[in-house]
Nanobody, 125 residues
Framework: QVQVVESGGGLVQAGGSLRLSCAASGGSYTTYGLGWFRQAPGKEREFVAAITWSGGITYYADSVKGRFTISRDNAKNTVYLQMNSLKSEDTAVYYC??????????????????WGQGTQVTVSS
């Protein structure tokens, strides 16, 4: 019943930056981790980054390593995705998701139990 809400999307030129936020609500927050996924029109939803809630261990897709940074603020029940050196290929709807149980791969969407509504990121060339 926990809900997550993304924000921070927008239009940016190639090479620019954006920071996405995902806040959890709906009661006391408990999760093993939070992840970011993205989906472009006509494509499958793909993994972007994830972070464990307690230890802060991070995971990144190869396509964003060195450009994106995931972090979290436990007190605010919020996770952030700092996106630098954006490319047109990064254009997609970005979703945050919560991992309610410690089961499955952090890289797989099937391992996450609840999802936000998404925020649009558009990178122009």
């Amino acid at each position: 019943q926990v809900q997550v809400v993304e924000s921070g999307g927008g239009l940016v030129q190639a090479g620019g930056s954006l920071r996405l936020s995902c806040a959890a609500s709906g009661g006391s927050y408990t999760t093993y981790g939070l992840g970011w996924f993205r989906q472009a029109p006509g494509k499958e939803r793909e993994f972007v980054a994830a972070i464990t809630w307690s230890g802060g261990i991070t995971y990144y897709a190869d396509s964003v390593k060195g450009r994106f940074t995931i972090s979290r603020d436990n007190a605010k029940n919020t996770v952030y995705l700092q996106m630098n050196s954006l490319k047109s290929e990064d254009t997609a709807v970005y979703y945050c998701a919560g991992r309610a149980i410690n089961r499955g791969s952090y890289y797989s969407s099937s391992a996450y139990s609840y999802w936000g509504q998404g925020t649009q990121v558009t990178v122009s060339s």
